[in-house]
Each structure stands twice: as structure tokens, then as C-alpha cells.
């Protein structure tokens, strides 16, 4: 069964930091690249980054290119996102997902979603 399961969300002030978890099942990681996507109110879903199969390709989004860290942990199979100088504009409900392909520029795949975890930066 397909699970995603995401923690460490909460409220940080401008220039903070953070760092969001995702327990996916075993069931869920083989053969699957992952990624975070994030949706602040108003607007449309942003995927923020990508982490290929095997962990060696990675993109960003250009809006936190430089801030945001994504890697896996495969024996603990767990996805995170280290997120450093935390800007206002990066409030959203981030969503740790799994996906069954990857492409270039794209990233990965969206197929399988969590449940989400809220991320809230203050000025």
C-alpha cells in the first residue's frame, strides 16, 4: 500500500530554518523517485524539488534554489527537506510525493501525494 506520511512543519520567523520529514512505506520507494511540492493559498501547486531513483540527480525550483536541501535515507526510508532562509513567500502546505518517472526539467512525477504538513515564515 502506497504511504507518505510528512512531519516537521510548523511556524519559524524570516531567516529561519526547518526541516520536513517523509515516512514512506517500503511499498511505496521501490522503484519510485520522490519530491516535494508545496500550494499557498491562492496558488497553484510549486513543485519546490525532485530526488531521482538512485539519489543522484536533484533539481529546484529557481524560487529556492540555493536555500532548500531534498535527500532520501533509504534504510530508514524517509525523504527530507532541509529549508534554510525561510522567506515569507515559502508559507504553504508542502507535500512530500512519489512518482513513477522522471523528466529532465521536470523532475519527478507526482503519483502518490501525504497528507501534507504546514509551513509557516513570518516577517
Known amino acids: 500500500q502506497e504511504q507518505l506520511v510528512e512531519s516537521g512543519g510548523g511556524s519559524v520567523q524570516a531567516g529561519g530554518s526547518l526541516r520536513l520529514s517523509c515516512l514512506a512505506s517500503?511499498?511505496?520507494?521501490?522503484?519510485?523517485?520522490m519530491g516535494w511540492v508545496r500550494q499557498a493559498p491562492g496558488n497553484e501547486r510549486e513543485k519546490v524539488a525532485s530526488?531521482?531513483?538512485?539519489?543522484?540527480?536533484?533539481q529546484y525550483a529557481d524560487s529556492v534554489q540555493g536555500r532548500f536541501t531534498i535527500s532520501r535515507d533509504y534504510a530508514k526510508n524517509m525523504l527530507y527537506l532541509d529549508m534554510d532562509s525561510l522567506k515569507p513567500e515559502d508559507t504553504a502546505i508542502y507535500y512530500c510525493?512519489?512518482?513513477?518517472?522522471?523528466?529532465?526539467?521536470?523532475?519527478?512525477?507526482?503519483?502518490?501525494w501525504g497528507q501534507g504538513t504546514q509551513v509557516t515564515v513570518s516577517s
Open positions: 517500503a511499498y511505496t520507494l521501490s522503484g519510485r523517485c
Open positions: 530526488i531521482s531513483l538512485g539519489g543522484y540527480t536533484i
Open positions: 510525493t512519489a512518482g513513477r518517472t522522471w523528466r529532465e526539467g521536470a523532475g519527478c512525477s507526482t503519483d502518490y
